[in-house]
C-alpha cells in the first residue's frame, strides 16, 4: 500500500510531560483518515508535527515520499496544506484577496485557480464579501478553498465541523468526499462527532493519552465481528460462565446487560437457560456502531 502520511516514533513533550508518545501512524493515498480521541489525548499536537508547525522532540515523518528530516533542505513543502484549530484569514479583506494572498504565500503565481477554487467551495458570490463577515460554514470553506491552492495532495483539517449547524456539517462533509473523489486528495481529520466522522472516514485512528491505540479500516471495521447481541437476564453472572462454556467473547455493560460478540437468537440459547433456570428478560442482535469500537477501545478492553 502507498502512504501519503507515515509517522515513525513520534515524540512530543512540553518539559517533562509527554504528549505523543512515540506515534506510528500510516495514512493511505486516497484515504479520508479519521483522528479519533477524548479532548487532550494528543490529536492537535500531532496534526501539529506532521504539519511543520511543532518541531517533535524525536521520531521523523515522511509525506508523500518525503521525509521530515530531508524538508527543511528540499523546499518541498507544497503538495499539502492544514487547517489547524480555524482557518487563518486576513479578516478585514475580502474573499478573493484572501484567495490571492495564499496564492502568494503557496508561489503560485497565476490566479485563474481561485474562482475555480471558490465555485468548488460555492463562495463564487462572496469573492468581495470581507472574511469577518462570512458565516462560519462559509469561513470553513473557504480555509479549505485556500488548502487547496497549490493543488495540495493532502489535506490536514482538525475539527472541521466544530460549532457548524447541521446544514454546515453537510456541506463540509460532501465537499470532503467530492474533495475526496473526484481529485484524490487525501484528507486527515480529527473530530469527536463519531458519528459525523463515520460518514465521511475510510480508515480511523484512535488515540489516548498520545498513544496510538488502534488503527482500522472500514473493511476491518466490518469484519471485527461488528455484530453482538445485546443479553438481559435474571442470572447474568451464571450466564456468563455458560458463554465461557461456549467460548464466545462477551463484555458486561451494566449489571443488567451483557454484550456477545456473536449474533445469538433466543431459540439457540433458550435450551440452555432453561435448563440452568436462568430467565431471558430481553434479547437483540445490533450491529456494532463505531461509538461503541470507541468506547471499548478508550476504556482500553482492547487497547
Ligand atoms: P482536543 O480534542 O481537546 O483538541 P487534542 O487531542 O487535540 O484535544 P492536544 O491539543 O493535542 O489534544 O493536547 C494534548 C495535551 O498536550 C493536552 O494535555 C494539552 O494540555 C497539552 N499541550 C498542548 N499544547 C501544549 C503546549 N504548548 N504546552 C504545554 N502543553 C500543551
Known amino acids: 500500500m502507498e502512504y501519503m502520511l507515515e509517522t515513525k516514533g513520534i515524540v512530543k513533550k512540553y518539559g517533562k510531560r509527554v504528549v505523543l508518545n512515540g506515534i506510528n501512524v500510516k495514512v493511505p493515498?486516497?484515504?479520508?483518515?479519521?483522528?479519533?480521541?477524548?479532548?487532550?489525548?494528543?490529536?492537535?499536537?500531532?496534526?501539529?508535527?506532521?504539519?511543520?508547525?511543532?518541531?517533535?522532540?524525536?521520531?521523523?515523518y515522511v509525506i508523500n515520499g518525503i521525509s521530515s528530516t530531508d524538508k527543511k533542505s528540499s523546499k518541498a513543502d507544497t503538495g499539502f496544506s492544514a487547517i489547524i484549530e480555524k482557518?487563518?484569514?486576513?479578516?478585514?479583506?475580502?474573499?478573493?484577496?484572501?484567495?490571492?494572498?495564499?496564492?502568494?504565500?503557496?508561489?503560485?503565481?497565476?490566479?485563474?485557480?481561485?474562482?475555480?477554487?471558490?465555485?468548488?467551495?460555492?463562495?463564487?458570490?462572496?469573492?468581495?464579501?470581507?472574511?469577518?463577515?462570512?458565516?462560519?460554514g462559509m469561513k470553513q470553506r473557504l480555509g479549505i478553498a485556500m488548502a487547496l491552492v497549490g493543488d495540495a495532495e493532502?489535506?490536514?483539517?482538525?475539527?472541521?465541523?466544530?460549532g457548524l449547524d447541521p446544514e454546515g456539517i453537510i456541506d463540509i462533509r460532501n465537499l470532503i468526499l467530492k474533495l475526496n473523489k473526484e481529485r484524490g486528495i487525501t484528507f486527515i481529520i480529527s473530530s469527536h462527532i463519531l458519528d459525523e466522522l463515520s460518514r465521511v472516514a475510510s480508515v480511523y485512528g484512535?488515540?489516548?493519552?498520545?498513544?496510538?491505540?488502534k488503527e482500522i479500516d472500514q473493511q476491518q471495521l466490518h469484519e471485527q465481528g461488528s455484530v453482538y447481541t445485546s443479553i438481559s437476564t435474571d442470572n447474568n453472572s451464571l450466564l456468563i460462565t455458560i458463554l465461557d462454556k461456549k467460548n464466545l467473547k462477551y463484555s458486561i455493560?451494566?449489571?443488567?446487560?451483557?454484550?456477545?460478540?456473536?449474533?445469538?437468537?433466543?431459540?439457540?440459547?433458550?435450551?440452555?437457560?432453561s435448563s440452568n433456570n436462568i430467565k431471558l428478560k430481553s434479547i437483540s442482535t445490533n450491529t456494532e456502531s463505531l461509538e461503541s469500537i470507541y468506547l471499548?477501545?478508550?476504556?482500553?478492553?482492547?487497547?
Open 154 to 162: 493532502l489535506v490536514i483539517l482538525d475539527e472541521p465541523m466544530n
Open 87 to 136: 482557518p487563518a484569514f486576513y479578516e478585514g479583506v475580502s474573499v478573493y484577496s484572501n484567495m490571492v494572498a495564499q496564492c502568494d504565500i503557496k508561489g503560485v503565481k497565476n490566479y485563474d485557480c481561485i474562482m475555480d477554487l471558490l465555485k468548488l467551495v460555492r463562495l463564487d458570490r462572496e469573492t468581495t464579501t470581507k472574511a469577518r463577515n462570512l458565516s462560519l
Open 253 to 273: 455493560e451494566d449489571n443488567d446487560t451483557v454484550y456477545v460478540y456473536a449474533e445469538l437468537s433466543a431459540e439457540e440459547i433458550m435450551p440452555e437457560l
Open 206 to 213: 484512535f488515540i489516548r493519552n498520545g498513544n496510538l491505540v
Open 29 to 60: 493515498k486516497g484515504a479520508v483518515y479519521g483522528l479519533i480521541g477524548p479532548n487532550g489525548a494528543g490529536k492537535t499536537t500531532l496534526m501539529r508535527v506532521v504539519s511543520g508547525l511543532s518541531a517533535p522532540s524525536s521520531g521523523s
Open 296 to 303: 471499548n477501545i478508550m476504556k482500553g478492553e482492547n487497547a
